[in-house]
């Protein structure tokens, strides 16, 4: 048995690696942009915003605990094949479809157009995924040592831009708001960065940490993880909080017309002028750069398995990256309002999936299977009612003002589940 010392070192070091892998150079656009939006609520968007991002995502990982540490366990309980569509939908959204675009949408407005003037987007998206695919076959261990120096030093810039902000606000947050609904855009921001979809696959190595430092006990597990999990959240909420204030205090200068990058941008040019802007453009680049890297290996490396060898890895890696360079010259804020719907599609299955994981022993697969569909079908028919499709209906479902009308589709569907579980019995 480690000594108590041993054990809180452990979690510590667990808790920063779990950080990191949440805190993607991506995350940083969402929350000014949220402040910004949210003017005098801007509490009420971040605290939505971050309990649809850390809080769910942590649920995730326990989840992955409760069911040996593997994403398998849990989608094979709604179907052998309905379970690899649901993964590959996950890896996808993480991958090719929305994150790994986004990298390179995100260096382009971030680095190349702040430091280097006008240049093309499609030459930096080019250059960008052609160095992510030399290092992601080359498996070079300049990655990991870039990744390692990162982290810090995005923190620290980031603490910095926050404490300026803080000590001279750029400007007095507004007495009104200009997002329609508050609490929607702050959940929606918070599906956008995806670390829920992200922690159903980066769980599993979190969850190997912790079994290959001889934590193998259940309850022991639970106790490091959740206390690995607290450290990961309270710095999270440091900076999200922080960006979130910030982009508060321009709630007066700006409308939602400006994109999230030249937000970003903007705010820390007034803070810390050009030079703070050059230097956040290039850790954010080499940010993007080190979680491009992982997401291709990551997206090939599934694919391949699932194909059982008969898609080349190298061949299926250079595909991801042509086809994310392609999708990345749609711009930030295009890649991002592409992402609302398929995310709005994806994720209420995920959450179905990873709430039901929790009580596994007390719901048979019958409940898992009509909850899933059933969240399919109501998060569906929001979207085509979106569309313009006659489908007023899902207006009058419970929790639809805050975005989670599909809950009661799921719990209907879960209990027609249970019901016909037993018949068959």
């Not at 194909?307 to 299926?316: A, D, H, Q, T, W």
């Not at 599609?345 to 039901?356: E, H």
């Not at 085509?384 to 899902?394: A, M, Q, T």
């Amino acid at each position: 048995m480690k000594s108590l010392k041993q054990q809180r070192i452990d979690q510590l070091v667990i808790g920063f690696a779990l950080f990191s892998m949440f805190f993607g150079a991506g995350n940083i656009i969402f929350p000014p942009y949220l402040g910004m939006g949210s003017g005098n609520l801007w509490g009420l968007g971040f605290l939505c915003y971050y309990m649809a991002d850390i809080g769910i995502a942590i649920l995730a990982i326990f989840a992955l605990i409760r069911n040996g540490g593997e994403i398998s366990t849990i989608t094979t309980r709604i179907g052998k094949v309905p379970g690899e569509i649901m993964l590959s939908a996950i890896i996808l959204c993480i991958g090719p479809f929305i994150a790994l675009p986004r990298t390179g949408a995100t260096v382009q407005e971030m680095f190349t157009e702040p430091v280097f003037g006008d240049v093309s987007l499609w030459l930096t998206s080019g250059i960008f995924f052609l160095l992510v695919l030399l290092l992601t076959i080359r498996e070079s261990s300049v990655v990991d040592i870039i990744g390692k120096i990162l982290t810090p030093a995005l923190v620290l810039g980031l603490l910095t831009l926050i404490v300026a902000g803080v000590i001279s606000p750029l400007g007095e947050i507004s007495d009104d708001h200009m997002m329609d609904n508050v609490v929607v855009a702050g959940i929606n921001s918070g599906y956008q960065t995806m670390d829920v979809l992200a922690a159903m696959i980066f769980g599993i190595i979190i969850v190997k940490s912790v079994m290959d430092k001889g934590y193998t006990a259940t309850h022991v597990k639970y106790k490091v993880v959740r206390n690995a999990s607290l450290v990961a959240a309270i710095a999270l909420l440091v900076i999200y909080f922080g960006l979130t204030y910030l982009g508060a205090t321009v709630s007066g200068t700006y409308n939602l017309r400006i994109n999230r990058s030249e937000l970003l941008v903007n705010i820390t040019s007034g803070l810390l002028g050009h030079a703070g802007v050059i230097i956040l453009g290039i850790i954010v680049a080499l940010a993007c750069l080190t979680t491009a890297v992982a997401l291709v290996s990551a997206s090939a490396d599934y694919f391949s398995t699932l194909s059982k060898g008969r898609l080349n890895y190298k061949l299926l890696a250079a595909a991801i990256c042509l086809f994310s360079a392609f999708v990345a010259n749609f711009g930030l804020d295009k890649i991002v309002a592409l992402a609302a719907p398929i995310l709005s599609l994806v994720y209420p299955g995920a959450l179905t999936l990873i709430i039901l994981s929790l009580f596994r022993d007390h719901v048979s697969n019958a409940v898992f299977k009509g909850a899933f569909f059933g969240s399919l079908l109501g998060s569906l028919l929001e979207i085509l009612y979106g569309y313009g499709l006659p489908l007023g209906f899902v207006t009058k479902m419970p929790l639809y003002s805050i975005g989670c009308g599909w809950l009661l589709w799921a719990v209907a569907f879960g209990i027609i589940g249970a019901i016909a579980g037993r018949r068959r019995k």
